[in-house]
């Protein structure tokens, strides 16, 4: 079975600063994987996803991922991180064929400090 | 176009107590999705319609947990009676259901179980 792993909680950034949120996943085959940013109060919204080609994604908002195979990684990244950013974000990896069932990660809160 | 609408957004009752959910999807969305979030956590699914056919329930607790989508649009879990481990966030999202489709998710709605 699939399984997702975020290893930080919490991540603390400066507004104008870069930011690298990790996700690892686990999956026996070519993964569908996705990036999801949770606002307080709110449902999730899709930041970007990636299921085959260039393996380097862009999304909304500013963010891109990578999805680098031999590490089982799918990183997202912001160049300059704005205080309307800090919100709950989950990694989420789903079948590359057939029903898409996607398991989600547990999240990491990021933090914008001024 | 309006997006996934989901009512009640809060709901406190007393465990043992019955409670129901109800969800919009987006016009034209065949598969909807059934989502609880635990603090902290990522959305787990519980269980997942194609039009009005339930194709996936197996994380569903069915001893307690029902739903039902009897025309293939407006959908409605209940939980008869609610426990103290009930206490979550109930997502609701919707997609048009092709593999890999990208899922909207409603505001859902968060259930306190006293």
């Known amino acids: 079975a699939q399984s997702v792993t975020q290893p930080d909680i919490h991540i603390t950034v400066s507004e104008g600063a870069s930011l690298e949120l990790r996700c690892n996943y686990s999956y026996g085959a070519t993964p569908y994987l996705f990036w999801y940013v949770q606002s307080p109060g709110q449902g999730l919204q899709l930041l970007l996803k990636y299921f085959s080609g260039d393996t380097l994604v862009q999304g909304i908002k500013g963010f891109e991922a990578e999805f680098k195979r031999s590490q089982s990684s799918f990183n997202l990244r912001k160049p300059s991180v704005h205080w309307s950013d800090a919100a709950e974000y989950f990694c989420?990896?789903?079948?590359?064929?057939?029903?898409?069932?996607?398991?989600f990660g547990r999240g990491t809160s990021l933090i914008v400090h001024p | 176009e309006a997006g996934v609408v989901q009512s009640p957004r809060y709901k406190i009752i007393e465990k043992k107590q019955p409670v129901a959910f109800w969800c919009n999807p987006i016009s034209g969305h065949n598969t909807l999705y059934w989502y609880r979030q635990n603090l902290g956590q990522g959305p787990e699914l519980l269980i997942r319609?194609?039009?009005?056919?339930?194709?996936?329930d197996s994380q569903l607790p069915k001893d307690r947990f029902s739903a039902e989508r009897l025309k293939g649009v407006d959908s409605t879990l209940k939980i008869q009676p609610a426990e103290l481990g009930d206490s979550a966030v109930y997502l609701c999202?919707?997609?048009?259901?092709?593999?890999?489709?990208?899922?909207?998710f409603g505001p859902g709605t968060r259930l306190l179980v006293l």
């Open positions: 319609y194609e039009n009005e056919e339930a194709v996936d």
């Open positions: 999202a919707s997609s048009l259901g092709l593999a890999g489709e990208t899922q909207y």
């Open positions: 989420a990896v789903g079948p590359s064929g057939g029903s898409y069932i996607p398991t």
